[in-house]
């Protein structure tokens, strides 16, 4: 039975409604996990000791074998913060914060690779005034050759690889960023 703050009269946890309805939603982020495969699963933000039970859920073929499995799932998820719980949501919702960050930054990426391809030298000069840790030898090595591959009609292989790189400089400097905000309040 739920107790009373003798001072406020407030309830001290949440009732058994409120206690089953954050069950149920966690029951229902692991039949979420469960329907996804190892690839989607890679991406997100999981505990490696949740990664057994939900392959063990996604191995297992009968119906209460299988619904069973999804309990002990959400019994091993609800042990989690709500931190991580929440993470994992955000990841996996498409419309979510850390989607929306990734398709930005992809964006980004290939706005710069074809101001790379198209500005030559000035576009690099402004890519390594923005993001002094890149490495201007492999950037205009790999524009050349993107370039190359452009004008006799070849696989893109640099192309994609400059594209690679682009993204890894733009991430890096975007975790760089992230870590020093925190700080500065």
């Known amino acids: 039975m739920r107790g009373r703050d003798d001072e406020t009269g407030e309830f001290l946890s949440p009732s058994r ?7 149920l939603e966690v029951l229902e982020l692991g039949e979420r996990l469960v329907g996804m ?6 991406k997100l933000p999981l505990p ?7 392959r063990d859920a996604q191995r297992i073929t009968s119906h209460i074998a299988r619904k069973r499995q999804l309990a002990f799932l ?17 990841a996996m ?12 930054l992809l964006h980004r990426a290939e706005t710069w690779r074809d ?10 000069a402004d890519l390594l005034a923005e993001h002094p840790d890149a490495d201007r030898q492999q950037l205009r090595t790999l524009i050349r050759n993107a370039a190359q591959e ?15 790189l682009l993204r890894d400089v733009l991430a890096a400097d975007t975790t760089q960023d992230g ?3 925190p700080a500065a309040e």
């Open 17 to 23: 409604s409120q206690q089953r309805r954050d069950a």
């Open 37 to 42: 495969t190892p690839a989607q699963l890679e």
């Open 48 to 54: 490696d000791h949740l990664l057994p039970h939900i």
């Open 74 to 90: 959400a019994k091993q998820m609800r042990r989690e913060d709500d931190e991580t719980l929440e993470a994992i949501r955000d």
């Open 93 to 104: 919702d498409a419309g979510g914060e850390a989607a929306r960050q990734e398709t930005a």
């Open 115 to 124: 101001r790379l391809l198209e500005g030559g030298d000035t576009a690099l």
């Open 150 to 164: 452009r004008a006799k009609n070849r696989p893109p292989h640099a192309y994609r690889e400059l594209f690679r």
């Open 179 to 181: 870590a020093e905000l």
